[in-house]
């Protein structure tokens, strides 16, 4: 019998505006990197409305998701696993902006090799999402399911 790895479930979302796209700088493992706004899947909430959250706790912004970009295994040293589910959409300013998540340094808006010379990235997945989405894959909303839950016994 093989040994299960954790695994975590993580959204990200893909905001593009003339050529730029929306990047946090946050911190990991004590230096700052950029990354798509993105976090982990809480419970009770699926994957649409997780990557809604996501942005709105890390811009400050409503994010409206109008396709699904794919999925990525990221493969972390200590041994699990990250599930990353990426979305693409639109993003506008609330009536009302929340706080933004303190653990957000600030925000770019910068074309992929701007990103890519002058920055570290949290993962090799935040320019293979957006090389996905400048290849033009776009799945249905509905492809990334909703939540359901088991009936019990």
């Given amino acids: 019998m093989t040994e ?18 929306l990047f946090v700088e946050e911190t990991d493992d004590g230096r700052h990197v950029l990354n798509q706004p993105a976090g982990h899947l809480d419970a ?58 303190p653990a957000i340094h600030a925000l770019h808006w910068l074309t992929p090799d701007e990103a890519r010379r002058g920055w570290p990235l949290r993962s090799p997945l935040v320019l293979r999402t957006i090389r996905r989405y400048h290849d033009g894959v776009r799945l249905p909303l509905a492809a990334a399911g909703s939540l359901v839950h088991a009936e019990g016994p």
Avoid: K, M, W, Y
Avoid at 5 to 21: M, N, Q, S, W
Avoid at 57 to 86: M, S, Y
């Fill in 44 to 101: 009770e909430e699926d994957l649409v409305e997780a990557v809604i959250r996501e942005v709105r706790e890390e811009t400050c912004l409503d994010f409206q998701p109008e396709a699904l970009l794919g999925c990525d295994l990221l493969a972390l040293a200590n041994g699990a696993v990250t599930l990353r589910v990426a979305f693409c959409g639109t993003a506008s300013e609330p009536s009302h902006p929340p706080a933004r998540d």
């Fill in 4 to 21: 299960r790895l954790p695994c975590h479930i993580t959204v990200a979302a893909v905001i593009e505006r003339d050529g730029r796209f």
